[in-house]
Structures are given as C-alpha cells and as structure tokens.
C-alpha cells in the first residue's frame, strides 16, 4: 500500500509541475505581449523605449527558463502577484471567492450522488419499468443540455413560481448557513444535474452487471435479506467505476461553474477568472487558473487512492 | 484512399455480424437499412443532424428574415406569426438567427473535433510506436493539459487569439487533444505487438510504413468513435465561449451568442428568447450523441460503456 500511496503522489507531483508549465507557456507562447498591454491600457502611443523599459521590470528579457524558476518560487509560496483589474493581491481575491465555488462543487456532487445513485439502483432493479424508462430519458437530456442553459432555464423557473431575483448579498456559509444553502442551491442543481444523470446511469449500468453475478444468486439462495444483497453485495462491487467517475467529473464540475457563476453572478472564483480571462488580467487569470488546475489534479490523485483502497488488486498491479 | 477501404471493411464486418446474430435476417437488406434496424436511435440522430447540416447549408434561402437586420416595429414580439419563435430586443427573428446560428454552430462542432482527433491521434500514435522517453515526454505534456478544466483552456485560448470562427476551432480543440491522444495511446500500444506488425517488421518495412498502412487504418475505428463523441461537447463548448463573449461576435448569429441577454430581466418580458436556442443546442447534442453511441456500438462493440 505504502509503495501504491507514493507512487500516486510522485505522479500527481509530476502533473502538478506540468501543469504550472504549461500555464506559463500559454501566457507567454501566445501573441499579445504583457508588456504592450500593460502600457498601452491608458490608450495612446507607447515608444519602444518605454515598452522596453516595462518588458525590463516586468523581466520579460530575461531566458525563458530563469523566468520560469523566478516565477514558480513565487507561485510555490502562494505568491500570484496583485490584479490588475481590482488592485488586490490575487490571493486574497481568491481566498474570499474560493468558499462560495467550494460550496457549489459540493453541494452539485452531493445532490448528484444523492440523487443519483439510489436513482441508479432502482432503475436497475426494476429494469424496463416506467422508472427506468423515464430515468432514461431524464438522463439522455440531462447529458445533452449545456449546464448554463439549464442555469438560465431555472431562472426563469424561478422567477415565474416566486419572483424571484437574483440576491444582492450572497451570504457566506459561515455567517448565515442556511440562507446560503438556499441561495446556491439552484446554482449547484444546475451544474450538478449533469453528474446526477451520469451516476445515475453508470450506476444503473455497474448493478445490472453485477447482480447477475453468481455470488449475489448464492446470498440469494442462502437466505440472506433482500434489501442486503442489493445494497452490501450488489452496491458494494457496483460502486468501484461509479467512484473513479465522480472523481474525474469534479474537473467537469469546476468546467461548468466557469459559466454557471456567472448565469448567476455568483462571486465565485468561476465568475472572477472568467473576467479576469476577459480582461487580460494576466496575473489574476494566470493564477486561478492554476489554482483550479491544481485542484483537478489533487482530485485525480485521490481517486487514485480511493481506488487502490476499494480494490486491493489495483494497487497490486501496480506497484 | 487506404484508409477509407479499411475503415469500410471494419465496419461492414462488425455490421453485419451483429445484426445476424441479433435477428438472423438482413442479407438481402440494404447496408444503410441493416444499420437502421440494429441501431434505431442512431438513425433518428443522424436524420436530425443532416437536416440541420442541409438547413445550415440553404440558410439564406430557407431563413425567413434575415438574421441581422431587426423590425424596428416588433422588438420582443412574442411568437406567432410572421415571426414563428417570436424576435429578440433588436426585432430580429429568432427563427432565422436560430437557422444562421446553425451554421456557426455546426462548422465549429465539426472542425473542432476533427481537428482535436487528429492532433491528438498523431501525439497518441507517436507515443505508443516510439516509447521510451517520446512517450514519458508526451504523456507528461498530455496529463498536465487534462488538468486543465476544458471551457478553461478553451477560454483562455480564444481570448488571447481573438474572436474568429478559425481561432474559436482552434481553442476548443487544445483540451481535446490529450483525451484523444490517451485513446489511441492505448490502441497503438496494442497493435504495436501484434503478430501482423511484428512480421511487416520481420520483412523489413520501415516506421512509416508501418504507421501508415498498419497501424493507422486499425486505429480509425476508435478515432470516429471519438470524434462523434467530441461532437456535442464541442458544440456545448462553443455555445458557452459566445455566452461569455469569447467567441461569435454580435451581430453574427450563434446559439450561444443569442442566449447571452440577461435571463432575469427576459423571464416576465420575451422568455422565448432565452428557451429556443437553448433547445436548438439540446437538440443538436443529443443527435450528435446518438449517433456517436450507435457509431461506438457498430463499430467496436468493446468501447460500449452504457454512461
């Protein structure tokens, strides 16, 4: 297990390193240069002088590879620099953004597994039923319609039945807990109807499989209660993909909320790096990039884990 | 000309065991009537995407208004006729911006996919064939590229290249790239130790040879899987990057484009404009994945996966 566990960690350190790579090649490979937009942001003429003097105390002259170790000391103690757009320091930008996103990822993946599979385990065991045919076709659109579309149509939902309006003050958590569950809670349906309707048919799929398995007719035959062959011996061996799907769709997740907070204007860190993308907010959008790309991996590499802990003969193989 | 007769053979192979084994029947049939009946759903996806495609393709004659100019006199004007889907703030026909906005739509699902696939094909093949440190290398490049959540790099990209059809392909098909590439990874890794390339090997064929006329037309099965299945997210994607204002620009049309106005004050006043093209991309999705799953299901019944 010890040699499974380090070697997962040496992987996701190697992504980790790539990715801070790659998000510092993207923001320098690609045309549109810093320092034009720095200095031309007031509008007029800049001299080339004046651009060279910017491109020196940006350290844009210097190698690529001296720019990259300066730049990755400083994001390896959270340094990310100040915003352009609102003045702050980055991480202080996020900080008070990141717990609204956090919330919404959660609450989607809860209503998703909630919601999901037992919604799974039932289409499966009454197969063919109008449950599962209606499910089927929950699914088949909840696979098809873009997250923001549905964002929108709750809205207008919403709207129609309770006039509502979208909230002036988005409560943190902390200081109102239940105001601010029913405040993202619409935010999290639509981003998470899209992983309900996937659990659910993975779900649905992995328990037809198994309950077809010999052991689970022998639990059958030797007596034991309905209700526990279908959830300790059938749910249990169904879980093991469900599990590595719910980890990878958390990267989908934070792809959704990008354009769901801002349906919604909900202060998150989607809302804030979309306008920072925008605005060419270059150290914004650069390091909340790289925080959501960090947390994709540190997703990915504990399902890894979980996975080598649900299934001793992963991390067999592997190691 | 090659990989097409490949790609035939494949499919005739597995069409045409699938089917007699299911119903015994079908010799006499037409392959395309064959295909209906072993796949249903993936003909109506396909009838539903072609009509779209010919709709894209006759616009201006099928368009009842044009999609830019607006009736000054009809602005929010609720569906009926003329206007069958009602117009938007600007008195423009929702319906002909919906049939415009097609053709928007369509191209960049197609290019994008296309393009994403085939990069992505070439880094797989070349990693799985090379190995050793080509593949540690490219491999890095593609995980540290699927950390990426893909609106995010898709975003990033198009702001920073500018709104144009050709950019908007461009940076959508970056975060296909590694999902491609990890596919046909695996797929090369497999044939590259088959007996029929050991022995092309043994007969002295060079890399290139072997690439092109062995491993590639293998592979071609798995990429259109992908590729079809690439489709209607590319089509979501591009719908949400004109949403945030990354993408089409005003006053072309597009189905993201239209649905950017704000829903909250749309609900009460012209909740029309906001629910059709929403459906329009609902629709063309769910033909694209139709059609991607019964592509899957025909052509490789092994990748099947009911998710």
Redesign the interface.
């Given at each position: 297990m010890l040699a499974y566990l380090t070697q997962r960690l040496a992987?996701g350190a190697?992504?980790l390193f790539?990715?801070a790579?790659?998000v510092f090649l993207?923001m320098r490979v690609?045309?549109?240069d810093a320092a034009v937009m720095l200095s031309g942001a007031g509008g007029g003429v800049v001299s080339e002088q004046e651009l060279q003097d910017v491109r020196h105390k940006l350290g844009l002259d210097r190698p690529l590879p001296v720019q990259f170790a300066d730049w990755a000391a400083k994001v390896a103690v959270l340094q990310l620099g100040t915003s352009l757009r609102t003045g702050n320091r980055v991480i202080d930008d996020a900080a008070r953004r990141f717990p609204y996103t956090l919330q919404i990822v959660v609450m989607a993946m809860v209503l998703a597994v909630v919601g999901g599979i037992p919604l799974g385990v039932l289409s499966a065991y009454r197969a063919g039923s109008w449950l599962d045919q209606g499910l089927r076709l929950v699914s088949?659109?909840g696979?098809?319609?873009?997250s923001?579309?549905i964002g929108?149509?709750i809205?207008?939902g919403l709207?129609?039945l309770f006039e509502w309006?979208?909230p002036l003050v988005w409560e943190p958590f902390w200081v109102s807990p239940l105001q601010s569950l029913s405040q993202l809670v619409w935010p999290a349906l639509a981003v998470g109807f899209r992983q309900l309707a996937?659990i659910a048919?993975?779900t649905?799929?992995m328990m037809l499989e198994v309950l077809g398995e010999d052991y689970v007719r022998t639990a059958r035959a030797k007596g034991v209660a309905e209700a526990s062959v279908v959830l300790r011996h059938g749910l249990q061996n169904a879980l093991l993909p469900v599990v590595t799907?719910i980890g990878f769709e958390f990267?989908?997740l934070?792809?959704?909320l990008?354009?769901t907070e801002?349906?919604f204007s909900v202060p998150g860190l989607g809302q804030y790096?979309?306008d920072s993308?925008?605005n060419?907010d270059y150290p914004a959008?650069q390091g909340i990039?790289l925080i959501?790309?960090?947390f994709?991996?540190v997703s990915?590499v504990t399902v890894d884990m979980m996975y080598g802990w649900l299934d001793p003969r992963v991390r067999v193989q592997d190691a | 000309m090659r990989s097409h007769a490949g790609l035939t053979s494949v499919y005739t192979d597995t069409v045409g065991a699938d089917v007699e084994t299911v119903d015994g029947r079908g010799g006499s049939q037409s392959r395309l009537g064959r295909m209906t009946r072993a796949q249903p759903l993936g003909a109506v996806g396909a009838v539903i995407l072609l009509t779209m495609v010919v709709i894209a393709v006759a616009a201006p004659v099928v368009a009842p208004f044009d999609p830019t100019l607006g009736d000054p006199a009809a602005l929010y004007a609720p569906p009926g006729p003329p206007y069958w889907l009602g117009t938007d703030a600007f008195g423009r026909d929702i319906a002909s911006r919906l049939i415009y906005g097609a053709r928007v739509s369509l191209l960049i699902g197609l290019g994008t996919s296309l393009l994403g696939v085939a990069v992505g094909a070439a880094l797989g093949t070349v990693a799985a064939y090379r190995g050793q440190w080509t593949d540690s290398i490219i491999q890095r490049a593609m995980d540290a590229l699927l950390a990426f959540p893909m609106l995010l790099l898709a975003l990033a990209m198009a702001t920073m290249l500018g709104p144009s059809i050709e950019n908007v392909i461009v940076s959508l098909a970056v975060p296909i790239v590694p999902r491609a590439a990890r596919v046909v990874r695996s797929s090369v890794l497999v044939l590259r130790s088959t007996p029929f390339v050991e022995a092309s090997r043994a007969i002295g064929c060079g890399d290139m040879r072997i690439i092109v006329r062995h491993i590639v037309p293998n592979t071609l099965a798995p990429l259109l899987v992908i590729a079809t299945a690439y489709l209607g997210l590319a089509i979501v994607q591009e719908a949400a990057l004109d949403y945030l204002g990354a993408g089409i620009q005003e006053p072309q049309a597009s189905w993201g484009l239209m649905l950017s106005g704000s829903a909250t004050s749309l609900a009460l006043t012209a909740p029309w404009i906001v629910i059709f093209p929403g459906l329009a991309i609902c629709l063309a999705v769910l033909a694209a994945n139709l059609v991607g799953d019964a592509i899957r299901d025909l052509l490789d019944p092994r990748l099947r996966r009911d998710y």
């Amino acid at each position: 297990m010890l040699a499974y566990l380090t070697q997962r960690l040496a992987v996701g350190a190697v992504s980790l390193f790539g990715v801070a790579v790659a998000v510092f090649l993207i923001m320098r490979v690609i045309p549109g240069d810093a320092a034009v937009m720095l200095s031309g942001a007031g509008g007029g003429v800049v001299s080339e002088q004046e651009l060279q003097d910017v491109r020196h105390k940006l350290g844009l002259d210097r190698p690529l590879p001296v720019q990259f170790a300066d730049w990755a000391a400083k994001v390896a103690v959270l340094q990310l620099g100040t915003s352009l757009r609102t003045g702050n320091r980055v991480i202080d930008d996020a900080a008070r953004r990141f717990p609204y996103t956090l919330q919404i990822v959660v609450m989607a993946m809860v209503l998703a597994v909630v919601g999901g599979i037992p919604l799974g385990v039932l289409s499966a065991y009454r197969a063919g039923s109008w449950l599962d045919q209606g499910l089927r076709l929950v699914s088949i659109g909840g696979l098809a319609a873009p997250s923001f579309w549905i964002g929108l149509i709750i809205i207008l939902g919403l709207i129609w039945l309770f006039e509502w309006s979208a909230p002036l003050v988005w409560e943190p958590f902390w200081v109102s807990p239940l105001q601010s569950l029913s405040q993202l809670v619409w935010p999290a349906l639509a981003v998470g109807f899209r992983q309900l309707a996937l659990i659910a048919r993975m779900t649905r799929s992995m328990m037809l499989e198994v309950l077809g398995e010999d052991y689970v007719r022998t639990a059958r035959a030797k007596g034991v209660a309905e209700a526990s062959v279908v959830l300790r011996h059938g749910l249990q061996n169904a879980l093991l993909p469900v599990v590595t799907v719910i980890g990878f769709e958390f990267s989908a997740l934070f792809g959704g909320l990008i354009v769901t907070e801002s349906v919604f204007s909900v202060p998150g860190l989607g809302q804030y790096v979309v306008d920072s993308i925008l605005n060419r907010d270059y150290p914004a959008a650069q390091g909340i990039v790289l925080i959501l790309a960090s947390f994709v991996v540190v997703s990915n590499v504990t399902v890894d884990m979980m996975y080598g802990w649900l299934d001793p003969r992963v991390r067999v193989q592997d190691a | 000309m090659r990989s097409h007769a490949g790609l035939t053979s494949v499919y005739t192979d597995t069409v045409g065991a699938d089917v007699e084994t299911v119903d015994g029947r079908g010799g006499s049939q037409s392959r395309l009537g064959r295909m209906t009946r072993a796949q249903p759903l993936g003909a109506v996806g396909a009838v539903i995407l072609l009509t779209m495609v010919v709709i894209a393709v006759a616009a201006p004659v099928v368009a009842p208004f044009d999609p830019t100019l607006g009736d000054p006199a009809a602005l929010y004007a609720p569906p009926g006729p003329p206007y069958w889907l009602g117009t938007d703030a600007f008195g423009r026909d929702i319906a002909s911006r919906l049939i415009y906005g097609a053709r928007v739509s369509l191209l960049i699902g197609l290019g994008t996919s296309l393009l994403g696939v085939a990069v992505g094909a070439a880094l797989g093949t070349v990693a799985a064939y090379r190995g050793q440190w080509t593949d540690s290398i490219i491999q890095r490049a593609m995980d540290a590229l699927l950390a990426f959540p893909m609106l995010l790099l898709a975003l990033a990209m198009a702001t920073m290249l500018g709104p144009s059809i050709e950019n908007v392909i461009v940076s959508l098909a970056v975060p296909i790239v590694p999902r491609a590439a990890r596919v046909v990874r695996s797929s090369v890794l497999v044939l590259r130790s088959t007996p029929f390339v050991e022995a092309s090997r043994a007969i002295g064929c060079g890399d290139m040879r072997i690439i092109v006329r062995h491993i590639v037309p293998n592979t071609l099965a798995p990429l259109l899987v992908i590729a079809t299945a690439y489709l209607g997210l590319a089509i979501v994607q591009e719908a949400a990057l004109d949403y945030l204002g990354a993408g089409i620009q005003e006053p072309q049309a597009s189905w993201g484009l239209m649905l950017s106005g704000s829903a909250t004050s749309l609900a009460l006043t012209a909740p029309w404009i906001v629910i059709f093209p929403g459906l329009a991309i609902c629709l063309a999705v769910l033909a694209a994945n139709l059609v991607g799953d019964a592509i899957r299901d025909l052509l490789d019944p092994r990748l099947r996966r009911d998710y």
